[in-house]
């Protein structure tokens, strides 16, 4: 790959994290960042903050990635997953000879199956998740997204380039990520279902089981941090559960166990065990590192 | 009772609580602050900042409650709840005629029956709970519990005098809590169980059920909000659970009813129900008002 600044981008998808990336992409100065979404009014508010240097609708010009595509040179796709697949599907032809792709979506198997069987042999698609978010959705809050020191994880192909590899994480440190962990996919999937996918679900569950929003007057800060998360994406969180559904379950029903664990330790009136259980909990919270960058 | 500034406070207890607790008391320039603990050098390091005026290591002189409180016209009981019960007891003849007493426990419903019991007729002991604290523990870290905008509950006796509320209420205003809510005991003890004391058995759960520490590399924030609390006091929530048992045990199970919900729907790949059910989530956690401040 050549430098950034000679590289014409294409950002597909200017959501929430579409958006907060193409911010830090365009900070680096490339050559030129090409956008494409959807949503009309999204592209024009992007061209007018400056984050694009041009953009499509995909809604009123459905054939404009066959025109864009070819002339990116490195391509972050920030789509939903199912439609990430099935862009990837359609457009494989338009794709810029020798093109470098990356990716966001937070479950990677089935992207990884998918792309190997379908992407072209000239292509090389690393593909990667950015450890970061919001609570508010959309191209409108992703200047709320901070990449400052954040985790991101890539799953690297048996056939990735090298020089490819190295390029991507340097641009990645570039835009203020902090760690980046390089994994398998399944080994990607299994954590995430436990780091991620389980928390939002039980934020979920903690927010669907109460029906009093003024319960919030008790609200001592423990419930804020533990639900702020519910005000989740329900459509991407609902492929995310689903298409990692085998390891999710298992991580919620691991998670039942130690639930069940502490009720029978509180309905015994067990105070040594229970006092025993939580010191260990506290140290084992305490020896994780939940702030270290490595760059 | 008269105004702050001519108050005598003693202060029972400095720990985390009882530590933030006289660090915003003394701001308001009271006559004298004097504090009992167990622990000497805590004595020492408040009376090195200046954060009491005097103070009384427990563990050295066992009596001085008996010499500190025939002085105080306000007492700030910030123990472990069983702790309190017996300073109550043990103590009850030498607090001075008419004071004030206020407490921080976390439960409130054993504690009313308590008071109710062996309080002096001519004592006006007014139950609070304050919703604020941190992740590590101790005097040496009471510097960094915030008070600002808090909530803080408060379950008032029939016996109470109305103009002792009115004051205590003007107190905590002025140490930087928000909003306060005056409730039962027993409303207290139900709603408590879910904002507080459910999600200090999910965050312990989800440490719990994971060995591996390094698994925050696959931390994107929603692990690290969920699990801060782990770092919780041990002994002192022991007592909270067990003591609130059976709240707490029926909220956690209304909360594994929902996450079985879920799992339900997530095991079926039901796309179209989990998405709208996520979606009423969303809706409820976006409309509970978690910043709101009256004063």
């Not at 862009?87 to 093109?99: C, D, I, V, Y």
């Not at 995430?192 to 089981?209: E, K, M, R, Y």
Request: include cysteine.
């Amino acid at each position: 790959m050549k430098p950034i600044e000679e590289c014409s981008i294409a950002v597909a998808g200017l959501g929430l994290m579409g958006g907060a990336i193409a911010r830090a992409l365009k900070a680096l100065k490339p050559e030129r960042i090409i956008a494409l979404d959807m949503d009309g009014e999204t592209i024009m508010a992007a061209l007018g903050e400056g984050i694009i240097d041009e953009g499509y609708s995909l809604a009123a010009e459905t054939e404009a990635p066959g025109t864009v595509l070819p002339r990116a040179d490195f391509v972050y796709l920030c789509l939903n997953p199912s439609t990430m697949l099935r862009f990837l599907e359609r457009w494989m032809p338009a794709f810029k000879n020798g093109a470098l792709i990356t990716d966001i979506a937070g479950i990677k198997g089935n992207i990884v199956t998918a792309v190997e069987k379908t992407l072209r042999r000239d292509l090389d698609f690393i593909p990667g998740h950015p450890m970061a978010g919001a609570e508010k959705g959309g191209f409108e809050n992703s200047g709320l997204v901070n990449f400052r020191g954040k985790n991101y994880i890539i799953t690297p192909l048996a056939q990735n380039r090298r020089e490819n590899l190295s390029w991507l994480k340097n641009i990645i440190h570039r835009m203020g990520f902090g760690r980046i962990t390089e994994t398998t996919a399944e080994e990607h999937d299994r954590k995430i279902a436990f780091t991620s996918q389980l928390c939002h679900v039980i934020a979920g569950a903690l927010i669907d089981c109460e029906e009093d929003t003024a319960i919030t007057r008790f609200g001592g800060g423990s419930f804020e941090d533990l639900t702020r998360i519910a005000m989740l994406n329900a459509p991407m969180w609902t492929e995310l559960f689903i298409e990692n559904k085998t390891e999710l379950l298992r991580r919620i029903e691991q998670f039942e166990g130690s639930l069940d664990a502490f009720k029978a330790l509180i309905n015994a009136g067990d105070a040594r065990a229970l006092e025993e259980r939580l010191s260990a909990v506290r140290e084992r919270r305490v020896s994780m590192n939940t702030k270290e960058i490595v760059r």
